[in-house]
């Protein structure tokens, strides 16, 4: 055979099995997407039926279809309490992970997410500012007769601590082009604020800690449905934009002078990236408290299943796998055990820790690549 024969061969070849390879993977991810939604869905109504007491799954259909109660208790249970949960761990878990996913593709670190700019010190400092500082006259008329979970006030001055701490890591950002100056520079930030909230905490009557403790446990079933009409517009719409802004991270992942030749806004896409994962994750700190772990673990866990870094499958499978993850943490925080309800926080650490050290033992070279 000649060497041109060799060559046409060569492609005849390449033409049938790259196609083939696409075919399987794009088959795969279908298959790896359809499990997982399914799989959410049974762990959804798993979490509504679960709880102190256990309800009939006959009963929570019925709840969720619209059925008359017939003075049937277990509807009002699920309707007013365990629904809302549920969907509230949905939306932050999906949001956590997500904005997680676009913290570790900008910033090209495996361990980076949200929590890096500091969006959590600012959010438990506005918290701080109102649960410990009651003992002032503007305190006590914020705390007053709210729940740790409920009070917009504490919502609010969660929000307010938040986005008072990115405004100025947003506007270092804009002036320097190495993600790694910004994330140092979020962690300093973050841990100086951090350090005030302690000195809060040093100073607070026993009543107070214990309300600031409760808070830092991390919750989702303080989160009400008048809550929840702020929580998921706010959500949904930052994982939206994330949706929309999947061309513009896969151009990311093969670095910024890449997709600056692209065309593509490298300053605008970072300052929009990180503006939408700092939304996703005070919002979610404001309502539920702390939760960590999730928005560094979920993402490592979808590219490992999902076997790509393709943003067009791996947002998809972020959301779906962070209501899950979430879902799940839920569940194991009501098992039985000598204190009662597990605080949420402790749970998905134990779910996030190892895979976080995973991926520090598999990232040998340092270099991230998505």
């Known amino acids: 055979m000649t060497l041109n024969h060799q060559e046409q061969d060569r492609e005849d070849h ?13 088959a795969r991810h279908v298959l790896v997407l359809g499990l997982v939604a399914i799989l959410l869905v049974v762990v959804f ?9 256990s309800i009939p799954l006959q009963s929570v259909l019925g709840a969720l279809t619209g059925q008359p109660a017939n003075g049937n208790p277990d509807f009002d249970i699920v309707l007013s309490i365990r629904l809302p949960r549920a969907i509230t761990a949905c939306l932050a878990g999906a949001a956590l992970a997500v ?10 670190n495996p361990l980076a997410d949200p929590f890096v700019l500091g969006i ?16 002032t006259a503007i305190g006590a008329f914020l705390s007053s007769g709210m729940g740790l979970g409920g009070g917009f006030a504490i919502v609010g001055a969660a929000t307010l601590g938040g986005l008072l701490v990115l405004a100025p890591v947003l506007a270092i950002s804009s002036r320097l082009q190495n993600p790694s100056t910004v994330l140092i520079f979020g962690l300093m930030t973050g841990h100086a604020v951090s350090a005030f909230v302690t000195l809060l905490v040093a100073g607070a009557r026993p009543d107070q800690l214990e309300r600031w403790i409760a808070w830092g446990f991390g919750s989702f079933s303080a ?6 009409q702020v929580l998921a517009p706010v959500a949904a719409l930052g994982l939206v934009v994330a949706c929309f802004s999947i061309k513009q991270l896969n151009a990311l992942l093969l670095g ?8 593509l806004n490298t300053r605008a896409m970072r300052l929009l990236t990180m503006a939408v994962a700092s939304m996703l994750a005070g919002v979610v700190t404001a309502f539920c408290g702390p939760i960590g772990f ?18 067009r499958v791996l947002v998809p499978a972020t959301i779906l796998l962070g209501a899950l993850t979430a879902l799940l943490a839920q569940l194991v925080s009501l098992l039985p055990s000598q204190f009662g309800v597990l605080p949420l926080n402790a749970v998905t650490a134990l779910i996030g820790a190892p ?11 340092g270099v991230f690549t998505g």
């Open 355 to 365: 895979v976080v050290v995973f991926v520090i033992l598999r990232s040998r070279s």
């Open 256 to 263: 910024e002078n890449y997709a600056r030749s692209m065309g």
């Open 294 to 311: 999730l928005g560094v673990a979920v993402p490592h866990m979808a590219r490992a299943m999902l076997k790509a870094s393709d943003h």
């Open 223 to 228: 989160v009400t449905w008048t809550e929840l």
């Open 120 to 135: 959590t010190s600012g959010a438990s400092l506005g918290v701080a500012l109102v649960v410990l500082a009651s003992g």
């Open 99 to 108: 904005a997680g996913l676009q913290m570790q593709t900008l910033m090209r």
């Open 45 to 53: 109504v798993a979490a509504i039926c679960y709880g102190s007491t």
């Open 14 to 26: 390449y033409d049938v099995v790259i196609p083939a390879l696409a075919s399987s993977m794009r």
